[in-house]
């Protein structure tokens, strides 16, 4: 299940920065995002949640074999 962009996650404001925003739970910009899943940190809770509903992450077309997302802390 894909979706071709990822861009309903929470946002903030860089500080200072009105015209930045990043990603609340993993801080990655959005320009760095750029509404793809993998542009989040694994660590990032949108991501993880999304993977867990059976998201993908657009753009690779092979999964890592080494990128496991259970392992994450
Ligand atoms: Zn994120």
Do not use: W
Request: glycine share 6%; hydrophobic share 25%; net charge negative.
């Amino acid at each position: 299940m894909k979706k071709p962009y990822y861009i309903d996650f929470p946002q903030e404001h860089f500080e200072g920065q009105m015209h930045r925003y990043r990603c609340v739970s993993c801080q990655e910009e959005t320009t760095t995002i750029n509404g793809r899943l993998e542009g989040h940190l694994p660590t990032c809770t949108y991501r993880l949640k999304l993977e867990k509903a059976g998201y993908e992450a657009v753009g690779c077309s092979e999964k890592p074999a080494s990128n496991d997302a259970d392992d994450f802390d």
